[in-house]
């Protein structure tokens, strides 16, 4: 018989018609009857393709053995659970960074050089009456690096093609790196000009750009958020982007996405993208493959192909 595997949420075309010639599915995000559905099907999932999985979940799928994770962070796998329960959890590194450090560039530069108000200018007709003014550039600036992980190490060596110098934060010092460790993150954003957070989310991680941490950042200051909303004060810094005291912001992610705080829509002083950092086909092509390859694994017996748990 098939092996009974449950999709938690929608997924690429080409993901789930692979999972589906290989195993028989069951779409959680289209039951009308959620508890119902569980309640029939539950004994017999295996495997579960997607995220957002709960220990409450886990515990109405008593033969659950996997949970390949589509996407790098797991944040919304409560992984605890899991370990607890015996069951694997993978994700899909690597694939996704270049998409990333690539958008990333992308959102920096689009902030310093106001690119979608420039678009805007245009198109509203007003550069007749005059030119925009003048802005800043990426060359010769400081750039700390909040999460000097896969993706970090990525952008890092795109920056620096950008003729800007490297610094870092993260939980410890990694060697033979080439860039300048900060322990201190408050003292990284007091020295740096722009501050990029890549770093993985979680209760670890949630907060940790504060208050202090945008003020030590400062009124010349850019902040570029492509990790999760919830690593960043995002009422704090709105309200210092209104108030001239950060200066500016480029924005993957929002704490409650896809609900952006409507305060952020008559800024000049910030660029909004709707998570779109590894949204290329190729990237998610290869995140679907990643996620099959991982559940064949896993149930051939073989070796995962990126366990996290």
């Known amino acids: 018989m098939s092996i009974e595997v449950l999709q938690t949420h929608a997924l690429l075309k080409s993901c789930e018609e692979g999972i589906a010639e290989r195993f028989t599915v069951h779409k959680l995000h289209e039951a009308s009857d959620r508890d119902a559905m569980l309640a029939e099907i539950g004994p017999r999932i295996r495997g579960i393709a997607g995220g957002a999985v709960t220990a409450d979940l886990m515990d109405k799928l008593p033969n659950l053995e996997i949970i390949a994770n589509f996407g790098v962070g797991y944040d919304n796998i409560d992984t605890g659970a899991a370990r607890q329960r015996n069951i694997r959890v993978t994700n899909t ?9 690539e958008m990333t560039v992308g959102m920096m530069i689009a902030l310093a050089r106001r690119i979608p108000q420039g678009d805007r200018y245009v198109r509203e007709g007003k550069w007749p009456s005059g030119t925009m003014g003048l802005f800043s550039e990426l060359t010769g600036k400081t750039v700390g690096i909040l999460g000097l992980g896969r993706i970090g190490k990525e952008i890092a060596l795109r920056l620096q093609a950008m003729r800007m110098r490297v610094v870092y934060h993260g939980r410890h010092e990694q060697q033979n790196e080439p860039y300048v460790y900060y322990g201190d993150l408050v003292a990284m954003a007091r020295d740096v000009d722009w501050l990029v957070v890549i770093a993985p ?9 504060s ?4 003020e030590a950042l400062g009124p010349d200051g850019m902040l570029c958020n492509m990790a999760r909303g919830t690593l960043v004060d995002e009422a704090a810094m709105l309200e210092m982007l209104k108030a001239g005291k950060l200066g500016g912001a480029a924005l993957d992610v929002f704490e409650k996405e896809p609900h952006v705080p409507e305060g952020f829509f008559d800024l000049d002083n910030v660029v909004l993208a709707p998570h779109q950092g590894s949204a290329t086909h190729q990237t998610r092509n290869a995140m679907g493959r990643l996620v099959i390859a991982n559940l ?11 366990a996290v748990v």
């Open 201 to 209: 989310g979680g209760k670890g991680t949630e907060g940790i750009v």
């Open 211 to 214: 208050r202090e941490v945008l």
């Open 93 to 101: 590194p690597n694939v996704l960074n270049d998409a990333m450090a």
């Open 296 to 306: 064949d694994a896993h149930f051939e017996g073989k070796p995962l192909l990126s």
